[in-house]
């Protein structure tokens, strides 16, 4: 069965405050998690992995994916949120999230 046909046995939602330095997100156990970029952010959002870094126009590895302000990715099927890393264009940009168990 599909994680997105099992039934839930749990929710959970939170916030993380952003930095212009790449920060883990937190420890919450799941299958599905939604992260949104606050519509209130003055500058995008880079989601990614460990060392996630603002795209700069060069050929990398490590630019995260770009949610600019409002903008959702998920269901992204995966075992703990902890998984991600964010880095923002300016520190005062927040994301929230939403992990289904």
């Known amino acids: 069965m599909s994680n997105l046909h099992k039934p839930l046995s749990g929710v959970i939602s939170g916030e993380r405050q952003g930095s212009a330095t790449a920060v883990q ?27 996630v870094t603002v795209p700069n126009g060069t050929t990398d590895v490590t630019s995260g994916l770009e ?6 990715i998920g269901p992204l099927p995966v075992d703990n949120l ?20």
Do not use: K, Q, W
Request: proline fraction near 4%; aromatic fraction near 10%; hydrophobic fraction near 50%.
């Open 67 to 72: 949610l600019t302000p409002g903008a959702m």
């Open 25 to 51: 997100l937190p420890t919450v156990a799941g299958s599905l998690v939604y992260i949104t970029a606050l519509a209130s952010n003055a500058g995008n959002v880079y989601l990614g992995a460990a060392g």
């Open 82 to 101: 902890n998984r991600f890393f964010i880095i923002c264009s300016n520190a005062g940009d927040d994301i929230t999230y939403l992990v289904l168990a």
